[in-house]
């Protein structure tokens, strides 16, 4: 199929499968004196998942954020889909670190919520959400309700509701923070089958090292306050292996240590 045959329209903007789905231009934020992000320049492409990896305060969940439509930027532009970003958008699902669950709702209806709000008949949601649901590993979880599933399946929940919108980005802040190193790393390699699964957008937000080395495909290190894009690293994971075999290998291990080093001088 050629690029002509990928093309879309939207309003007067072309837009093809090779152009960038998410540009992010010269984003600067201010919150009164206090000067967050300066001069922020990104793309991100479709089936690509990017890391915004750097220490505490430096701006990696106000510039999610900001793309995502739930803060403004104080100069600069977002564009997806090349349209200019003005607030929340369904182009757009973002996963919180908290879960953001309604706790009165069933996983079922959590999960479906989203097309609910779109107004997605009953029979249609709750099949795309059955769908989902089953992907993330919580078939027959269905009338559970939050309280009632620990802290890895609520998490799951939230995934699971971000991707049954059918978004063309996933914003990911911190999403596997709160649950235990067994199923922190079972998350990681669960997300890498979505990634290749769904070939959608994600930007992805996390503290560690390892986990950003080990998901990604691009990773974007911002220095601290004012975040400033400090330097961009391909880790070029060879995604064959085992995932034991790719933690142990030396390019990966390399990969780890050399952000580490980059990023040593700013610990506390």
Same mark, same amino acid.
């Given at each position: 199929?050629?690029?002509?045959?990928?093309?879309?329209?939207?309003?007067?903007?072309?837009?093809?499968?090779?152009?960038?789905?998410?540009?992010?231009?010269? #984003?600067?934020?201010?919150?009164?004196?206090?000067?967050?992000?300066?001069?922020?320049?990104?793309?991100?492409?479709?089936?690509?998942?990017?890391?915004?990896?750097?220490?505490? &305060?430096?701006?990696k969940t106000t510039l999610l954020k900001i793309i995502a439509g739930l803060v403004p930027a104080t100069t600069g532009e977002i564009?997806?889909? =090349?349209?200019?970003?003005? =607030?929340?958008?369904?182009?757009?699902?973002?996963? !919180?670190?908290?879960?953001?669950?309604?706790?009165?709702?069933?996983?079922?209806?959590?999960?479906?919520?989203?097309?609910?709000l779109r107004g997605v008949e009953s029979v249609e949601r709750n099949r795309i959400a059955c769908r989902y649901i089953e992907q993330?590993?919580?078939? &027959?979880?269905?009338? /559970?309700?939050?309280?009632?599933?620990?802290? =890895?399946?609520?998490?799951?929940?939230?995934?699971?509701?971000? !991707?049954a919108v059918n978004a063309d980005v996933l914003l990911l802040d911190e999403p596997f923070s709160a649950v235990d190193e067994q199923?922190?790393? /079972?998350?990681?390699?669960?997300?890498?089958?979505?990634?290749?699964?769904?070939?959608?957008? !994600?930007?992805?937000?996390?503290?560690?090292?390892?986990?950003?080395?080990?998901?990604?495909?691009?990773?974007?290190?911002?220095?601290?306050?004012?975040?400033?894009?400090?330097?961009? #690293?391909?880790?070029?994971?060879?995604?064959?292996?085992?995932?034991?075999?790719?933690?142990?290998?030396?390019?990966?291990?390399?990969?780890?240590?050399? #952000?580490?080093? =980059?990023?040593?001088?700013?610990?506390?």
């Amino acid at each position: 199929m050629t690029k002509a045959a990928l093309a879309r329209t939207d309003g007067l903007q072309t837009v093809t499968s090779d152009d960038p789905v998410v540009q992010v231009r010269d #984003i600067c934020k201010k919150y009164g004196n206090l000067e967050a992000l300066r001069g922020i320049n990104l793309e991100f492409q479709r089936g690509k998942l990017t890391t915004l990896l750097g220490p505490s &305060g430096c701006g990696k969940t106000t510039l999610l954020k900001i793309i995502a439509g739930l803060v403004p930027a104080t100069t600069g532009e977002i564009r997806v889909n =090349g349209r200019a970003v003005t =607030g929340p958008g369904p182009e757009r699902a973002f996963v !919180f670190q908290d879960f953001a669950l309604m706790p009165w709702a069933t996983v079922l209806r959590n999960v479906g919520f989203g097309l609910e709000l779109r107004g997605v008949e009953s029979v249609e949601r709750n099949r795309i959400a059955c769908r989902y649901i089953e992907q993330v590993g919580l078939a &027959g979880f269905e009338d /559970k309700y939050p309280h009632e599933l620990s802290g =890895g399946m609520r998490q799951r929940v939230g995934i699971a509701r971000a !991707f049954a919108v059918n978004a063309d980005v996933l914003l990911l802040d911190e999403p596997f923070s709160a649950v235990d190193e067994q199923n922190r790393r /079972k998350f990681q390699e669960d997300l890498l089958q979505l990634v290749e699964l769904e070939k959608k957008t !994600f930007i992805f937000v996390t503290h560690s090292i390892e986990e950003a080395v080990y998901v990604s495909d691009r990773i974007v290190l911002l220095s601290p306050r004012p975040g400033r894009i400090s330097r961009v #690293i391909d880790p070029s994971i060879d995604r064959s292996a085992s995932p034991d075999e790719i933690r142990r290998n030396a390019s990966y291990l390399d990969v780890v240590e050399e #952000i580490w080093q =980059g990023l040593r001088q700013y610990a506390e």
